[in-house]
Structures are given as C-alpha cells and as structure tokens.
C-alpha cells in the first residue's frame, strides 16, 4: 500500500542556504493514506475509537498535543488530519495508525443500502440540535459524495452558522425549513432544493412545528466529503 508525500531537501552547498523541492515520490509504508480519504468514514472511526476508550475530547486531545476545538472538528468531518496529526491522534488512542485506515481505500463498484441500513452518524449533536444523520452510501467507504437524510426535529437548529469547503445539494422531502446561508434566508418546502458553495456560514433552521426530513449531498476538496 502506498502514501503520497511531498519531500524538500536541502542542497548542500558552502552557503548551505539553496534548497530545491523534489518532485512527489511514492514510499511504501504499511497503510494507505491519501487527503482524498472519505473523511466522514475516517472521522467516524476516530470517534468509536475514543468512546471505545471512554476517552473525552479533552483527554485525547491532551494526549495528543492538540486543542479540543480542532479535535472536535476531525470528528465532525469538517477538517481533514493531516498524515503527522492522524499519527498522533492514534497513539492518544493507543492504536496504530493502519487500524484508524484499514478498510478505508476498499471501492466496490456498486453497494445498495437498504431503508433498514442505514448508519446513524453524529454530526455536531447537541441539547439544541438533535437533527438525526443517516448515511446513505457507508458501505463504500472511499467514495466521493456523502449523501445523508437528515430528520430535523421541530424547532430544531445548529446553535451557529458554520462552513467548511466543498459544495452542497439539499432537497427537502418533508415539512418546511429556513436555510440560513450567510446574510441570506430561504424558506424552501417539500420538492425545493438548493445546490451551494459551503464555503459561506449555512445551516439549516427547523422553526415549525413538525419534523423536516432533507436530503443532503456533499461533496469535499479533492473527493473529501465534509459539511
């Protein structure tokens, strides 16, 4: 298996000031990792590893030298690891780095979820927001969309509007929603869809009283999906 990095090496001169970038090289090691990892897939591993620890945020975060808040992010694919962070998240976990990718880089040319397989997936939950994701294509895990149904409880909303790169596609399926979406507000209904860069503040406010169920489509930089 194989990873991609980019080397610098120094020349080695009287000044020892010139340096050149090589060219991205291959080096065998024995995981595969690769930025375009499905990063909803890599952030749920994460999590079920520290809570199979009964690990805090806090603690791993200690433990690997990193803030709470960026950590949290991981964990709600909102932010990819880079390969040095990833290695020290797992050995705060007390696993190696192969255990957090193995299975991650598998591709099946076609997978069918049925309705009663779906995976809930924390995202952000909260005692204000207590929307429900349900993964619709985890049987796949390098994949390069992430759709999800989302059920918004009535009265229901992210506490702020948050972004993160990519692109988004949103169908509303059942009841009413706002869609926030930096100083703009839409109110779209059952059949309205939206399609938007996540690189502006959104989020989705159920403000009435009966459930919202959305379709949610995701798309990341590079194949890494995150909303």
Same mark, same amino acid.
Request: hydrophobic share 45%; net charge positive; aromatic share 8%.
């Given at each position: ?7 610098r090496?120094?020349s ?6 010139a ?15 690769h930025?375009?990892m499905n ?7 994460i999590?079920?590893f ?11 975060? @200690?433990?690997?030298g990193?803030?709470?808040?960026w950590? @949290?992010?991981v964990?709600?694919?909102r932010?990819t690891p @880079? ?5 020290k998240?797992a050995?705060?976990l ?7 990718v193995?299975g ?10 049925r309705?009663n ?8 939950r909260?005692r ?9 294509a985890?049987?796949r895990p390098n994949?390069?969309?992430d759709?999800f149904l ?13 972004a993160?790169e ?6 509303? /399926?059942?009841?009413?929603?706002e869609?926030?979406f930096?100083? /703009?507000?839409e109110?779209?209904?059952q ?6 860069? @996540?690189?502006v503040?959104?989020?989705i406010?159920?403000?009435y009283k009966?459930?919202a169920?959305v379709?949610?489509?995701f ?9």
């Amino acid at each position: 298996m194989k990873v991609w990095v980019r080397c610098r090496e120094r020349s080695v001169t009287e000044s020892r000031v010139a340096a050149r970038w090589l060219p991205t090289v291959v080096i065998a090691v024995g995981f595969a990792y690769h930025p375009a990892m499905n990063l909803v897939e890599l952030a749920q591993r994460i999590r079920a590893f520290r809570l199979d620890r009964r690990l805090t945020l806090d603690e791993v975060a @200690s433990r690997a030298g990193l803030t709470p808040g960026w950590l @949290s992010k991981v964990e709600n694919f909102r932010i990819t690891p @880079s390969l040095p962070a990833l290695a020290k998240i797992a050995e705060a976990l007390g696993v190696s780095t192969a255990d957090l990718v193995a299975g991650l880089d598998n591709k099946p040319a076609l997978v069918v979820v049925r309705a009663n397989e779906r995976k809930v997936v924390e995202r952000d939950r909260s005692r204000e927001n207590t929307t429900v994701y349900e993964a619709l294509a985890h049987k796949r895990p390098n994949r390069a969309m992430d759709p999800f149904l989302l059920t918004i409880p009535p009265g229901v909303a992210r506490e702020q509007p948050l972004a993160h790169e990519g692109e988004e596609f949103l169908m509303v /399926q059942q009841g009413t929603i706002e869609f926030e979406f930096d100083d /703009q507000s839409e109110l779209l209904r059952q059949g309205d869809a939206i399609y938007f860069d @996540s690189s502006v503040p959104h989020r989705i406010i159920n403000s009435y009283k009966r459930p919202a169920v959305v379709l949610c489509v995701f798309h990341g930089p590079s194949g890494t999906a995150a909303t």
